[in-house]
């Protein structure tokens, strides 16, 4: 995918981590399934701090590893204000 390599992917994962704090969640799990286009997946995964478990199960604690900038969650920031007022 062209995204990847372009910090798209810490920003997944800060909007992980809020989502599954705000749900009172200790980990992420995370189910892969292998296939010809997505090769990338699971080296994105543990680049953002996700390990691979075996089976297609990669997990992850809550909290983003330190080294996942801060400025990252301006992808965040910068949605739609409709979405934002709809609390998304």
Same mark, same amino acid.
Request: aromatic share 6%; with cysteine; hydrophobic share 50%.
């Given at each position: 995918?062209?995204?990847?390599?372009?910090?798209?992917?810490?920003?997944?994962?800060?909007?992980?981590?809020?989502?599954?704090?705000?749900?009172?969640?200790?980990?992420?799990?995370?189910?892969?399934?292998?296939?010809?286009?997505? *090769?990338?997946? @699971?080296? +994105?995964?543990? $680049?953002?701090?996700?390990? %691979?478990?075996? /089976?297609?199960?990669?997990? !992850? *604690?809550?909290? @983003?590893? +330190?080294?996942? $900038?801060?400025?990252?969650? %301006?992808?965040? /920031?910068?949605?739609?204000? !409709?979405?934002?007022?709809?609390? +998304?």
């Amino acid at each position: 995918c062209r995204v990847f390599g372009r910090r798209l992917e810490h920003a997944m994962r800060l909007c992980l981590a809020d989502l599954a704090q705000s749900l009172g969640a200790r980990e992420i799990a995370l189910h892969y399934v292998a296939s010809a286009k997505n *090769t990338l997946v @699971p080296a +994105a995964l543990n $680049a953002i701090g996700f390990v %691979d478990r075996g /089976d297609g199960l990669f997990q !992850a *604690t809550v909290t @983003p590893p +330190a080294d996942l $900038a801060a400025h990252y969650m %301006d992808v965040v /920031d910068r949605r739609e204000p !409709a979405l934002m007022a709809e609390g +998304a």
